[in-house]
């Protein structure tokens, strides 16, 4: 294990100048309560033109979104979470049915009549938490790395994801045995295909300031 998060954070740290580097993108953190939120612009291009004609036209599409928190330049991630939205259409109500499934969170269920906003609820992030503010020390600085997958389709993978959502850890991430080490394990095989699209995102650096 200890071999798997040199790598990951070697991955973080260097940034490879290759296919699979993250898109820099620019992240609003916000501190609500005792957690950490995240907004950014909805990644829909992580559907492509037929992913989002089977939207109404398909079996359910699955969204897996994997985050972790790590120190700017380097270092042990400090937090971490998962979430999987899923939207599936029923055409005798014309009716999109929506889930969102967050670690020790009840799961939302949504409805929305038109396409589009279905696409933008599986691919918003919009004040979503990713963190116990206790995990993130203040005046340091950190980037969140993040993983969005469409329609993960290895069974070992949503086995995986399913145990991760029944963890309950809400927004620590579990620092060590299996669950960790396979929730870097994400980061660290970037090439290998586990759903029809992989897209990967980066923060600005951020810090949280003392009050």
């Known amino acids: 294990m200890k071999l798997a998060l040199l790598i990951v954070l070697a991955l973080v740290s260097s940034a490879a100048a290759d296919d699979d580097k993250p898109d820099v993108v620019h992240m609003t953190f916000a501190e609500r309560g005792d957690l950490l939120t995240v907004s950014m612009p909805a990644f829909t291009k992580l559907f492509d033109n037929a992913a989002y004609d089977a939207l109404d036209d398909g079996p359910a599409s699955t969204v897996v979104i ?3 928190i790590v120190p700017d330049g380097g270092g042990n991630p ?9 939207a599936s259409y029923e055409p005798w109500d014309e009716i999109f049915y ?94 290998i295909p586990a759903a029809d699209r992989v897209l990967r995102f980066q923060s600005q650096p951020f810090f949280r300031q003392r009050p």
């Not at 400090?78 to 899923?86: H, S």
């Not at 969102?100 to 279905?118: S, T, V, Y």
């Open 66 to 68: 994997r985050i972790a």
């Open 78 to 86: 400090v937090a971490g979470m998962l979430t999987q939205r899923q």
């Open 98 to 191: 929506i889930n969102i499934d967050c670690p020790g969170q009840l799961c939302r269920k949504l409805k929305e009549k038109r396409k589009a906003d279905a696409l933008k609820r599986i691919t918003a992030m919009d004040a979503l938490p990713v963190a116990l503010l206790r995990f993130i020390p203040y005046d340091q600085h950190f980037v969140l790395v993040m993983q969005v997958e469409l329609n993960p389709v290895s069974n070992e993978t949503l086995a995986e994801v399913r145990r991760w959502l029944s963890q309950g850890t809400g927004g620590g991430l579990d620092r060590g045995g299996a669950f960790f080490g396979s929730f870097v394990s994400v980061f660290v095989n970037p090439k």
